[in-house]
C-alpha cells in the first residue's frame, strides 16, 4: 500500500511571516522538514502543497533547487488543494502534516501508518483528534475515497480551510481511528512545539541547535528530555492550546472545549 505525505506550505502568516523559510541549523524548517520525513521507510513520495499566489513563488523556487516535489492549488481552500495534488499524483493514501511542524519524526509517522495498516477497513486515523501529541506532531492519514467524499460535500467555510474537519464530524459516515500515547505524559498539555510566534521560533531554533549537529534525525522522544534538562527554552507556554479550534469550537460537534484556548493575538490565519 503506498502513501503520499502532502505538506500544505504558505509563505504569508500573520503572526510571523515567512516562518516556514526561517533559518533552522543550517538551512530552512521547511527544508528540515522535508529532510526528516525522507527517512520515513513507510512514505512513497513528499508532495510540497503550496498557494498560486505570486507571493509564494519563493517556496516554488527552493523546492525547485533543492529537488523537492511541489504542487499549486487553492490559495485559501485547503480542502480543494489536497484533493487536486492527491488526485494529480492518483494517491490511494494520503498523510497531512502541516509545514509549520519542522520538528517532525518520521519514526513517529511510521507507527501511525504502521497502526493504520492493522485495520482491515479504516478511513481516518490521526493522533490530533483528540490530541495526545504536542502542537507540532500533528499527523493525519486517510484514504482518497474520503478525501474527494469531503471535497464533494464539505460546505462550511472551515471545514474547507482546514481540510479534515468534515471528517471528523461525521463519525457514521466515516471509519475514524486515533492513536495516542500514555494519558499520563500529557504532552499536549505541558509543550508546545509548532511554529507561529516568535516565541516558538525561539525554542525550536534552539531544539535545532543542540540536537542537529550531534544527532541529525533526532527523536520526539530526544526532543522531551531535552526540554525536561532545559525548561528555560520553553518560553511560549502561554501559547499551548492556542489553536484554530478556538474560533469554531461552538461549531465542531466533535471538539471538546478542552483542546482549545483562546489568545487576544491569535488571528487564525
Known sequence: MKFICIIQARIASSRLFGKILLPGHSKSFLEHLVERLKKSKQINKIVIAIPTNREDDVIHELCKNKKITIFRGHPNNLLSRYYNCAKFFSAKNIIRITSDCPLMDYRLVDKLIKKYLTYKKID??????PPSFPDGFDIEIFN?????????????????EHVTPYIWDNPKKFKIYNYSTSKRKKYYEKYRLTLDYKEDYYLIWNIFKYLYPKYKYFSFNQIIKFLEKNPKFIVNKKFIKVN??????????TIDRSYTRKDKRYLYV
Not at 124 to 129: D, K, Q, T
Not at 244 to 253: A, P, S
Request: charged share 25%; net charge positive; glycine share 4%.
Open 144 to 160: 482518497f475515497k474520503v478525501l474527494k467524499n469531503s471535497f464533494n460535500n464539505a460546505k462550511k467555510k472551515y471545514e474547507k
Open 124 to 129: 481516518y486515523l490521526s493522533n490530533v483528534h
Open 244 to 253: 484554530w479550534y478556538g474560533q469554531y469550537v461552538k461549531n465542531l460537534k
